[in-house]
């Protein structure tokens, strides 16, 4: 503090000298006089003399070196800062070499239309926030930053479309993606699984910024499909499939296998579990004679009113009490009144290959006379028809009468009589799996919980 102030007087004076040296710079070639003289050689005036005649001798040659300095600096420069031509989407511009073509873009003004920065989910966060522009440059495409980032040469034909949108900031986990279900084929008595489902995986984004979540499948899952088909025996072949539901009946059951039996003829018969648990024996017989023995579910319950563990528990203890009773491992079943649609083969877990319903009705139910069921049964028969009949639930003595009649119109016509298996073997579009009436949903494949679009 109090140096500062001690002599505010020579401060001043200080001052002067500094601005009166500086006067004196600003004048390059001016040598003060004081110097000449002042100091160890203030005496020597010839030397000084030559000192001076020498220093003046100098000046030009600092002249011209300066003079060559800023000649050089300024070539440089314009050198450095040369413009090259170069084509941009079709048209000619001189650019700055060597100047990125973000700078070159804006000091041309080109007018690109830049990306925008979005949300995982592609809601725009920032509009502009995204990539200046998508370059392609002598035919090669420039991805991200590198198109901002490449240095312009001369010659260069370049493209700028659109800029790509930026991402938000976000985390990434993989997840795995169900199949679905999807029904195709139209319609037809035969429903079958033609391909198992197989899951497939996603990456799972979240948002750091927008907060959202979501999915991009990296290999999309194979839906599960059911199809639906008329079979078509090949070759020629007349196959019709005489079927039985509701079985076995320990009064009609036998009488249909003696039938059978004298035409060497063979059916199908779709039984119920609790049936078959309380008469194995028949059960055994249908094998024996050579006929099929197939699911009809366990209790006789309208799968479409149930829930999918009760839709399953149905599948599976029909299929059971008849592996139980014959040791036959099927998994063709017929739903109970025919009743089975794509949500109710999303509740089936994949327990059953195929849901067999039928062709003719032989409304035998309504007991409407022997006549009346053979008439009904052969209505517009032809090859690959299934026949609708019954062995248990009821009364089914007009059946007993029928059955030997409509067998005997067949095999008259031409036609064999065949079970389900054999009908699905004859038509070469059904897969041998499904044919084999046991397909099981084959190792690392995943039913679906959801359908499909179709
Ligand atoms: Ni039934």
């Not at 984004?205 to 499909?225: F, I, N, P």
């Not at 059951?253 to 609790?274: E, S």
């Not at 039928?358 to 053979?374: C, E, M, N, Y």
């Not at 089914?396 to 030997?404: M, S």
Request: with cysteine.
């Amino acid at each position: 503090m109090a140096e500062q102030n001690s002599n505010p007087a020579r401060h001043k004076a200080g001052q002067r000298q500094a601005k009166q040296d500086e006067k004196n710079a600003t004048g390059v070639y001016y040598i003060p006089t004081t110097q000449r003289v002042s100091g160890a050689e203030g005496g020597r005036e010839k030397a000084a003399s030559t000192e001076e005649r020498s220093s003046r001798s100098k000046v030009p040659a600092l002249l011209a070196l300066a003079l060559i300095l800023v000649l050089g600096g300024v070539a440089w420069h314009l050198w450095s800062n040369r413009k090259v031509p170069v084509t941009i989407n079709g048209s000619s511009y001189q650019v700055k070499i060597d100047s990125t073509l973000k700078d070159a873009a804006r000091d041309l003004s080109l007018k690109v239309r830049r990306g925008n920065l979005v949300s995982v989910k592609g809601d725009v966060l920032k509009r502009g926030g995204g990539y200046a522009f998508t370059a392609t440059v002598n035919g090669k495409s420039l991805p991200g930053r590198q198109g901002e980032r490449y240095r312009v040469s001369q010659g260069d034909t370049i493209v700028l479309a659109k800029g790509k949108n930026i991402m938000e900031p976000h985390t990434t986990s993989t997840t795995s993606v169900a199949p679905k279900l999807v029904m195709k084929g139209g319609f037809g008595p035969v429903a079958y699984v033609r391909n198992y489902g197989k899951a497939g995986s996603a990456k799972v984004l979240k948002g750091k910024r927008s907060k959202q979540t979501a999915e991009v499948v990296t290999k999309k899952a194979t839906d599960a499909e059911i199809y639906l088909r008329t079979p078509v025996p090949e070759g020629g072949k007349q196959l019709v499939a005489l079927t039985f539901d509701d079985g076995p009946s320990d009064k009609y059951t036998q009488q249909y296998l003696d039938i059978l039996n004298k035409y060497h003829a063979k059916a199908t018969f779709f039984c119920l579990g609790k049936n078959v648990q309380q008469y194995p024996e028949l059960a055994k017989a249908i094998v024996k004679q050579g006929s099929q023995i197939a699911n009809h579910t366990q209790d006789h319950k309208q799968l479409t009113t149930l829930d999918a563990a009760e839709v399953q528990s149905e599948l599976s203890s029909g299929f059971k009490a008849i592996s139980s009773a014959t040791g036959v491992e099927t998994t063709v079943f017929r739903p109970p009144y025919g009743d089975f649609r794509e949500t109710t083969w999303v509740k089936s877990a994949g327990i059953a290959s195929a849901s067999i319903t039928w062709t003719q009705d032989s409304k035998d139910w309504k007991l409407p006379g022997v006549d009346q069921i053979v008439s009904n049964a052969l209505l517009n028969v032809k090859s690959g028809d299934i026949i609708l009949m019954h062995d248990g639930g009821g009364n089914r003595d007009q059946d007993v009468q029928a059955l030997p009649k409509i067998i005997e119109a067949l095999q008259k016509n031409g036609y064999t009589l065949v079970t389900i298996d054999e009908l699905m073997a004859s038509d070469s579009t059904i897969p041998s799996s499904i044919q084999s009436g046991n397909a099981k949903m084959p190792e690392g494949t995943v039913w679906p919980t959801e359908l499909g679009d179709a």
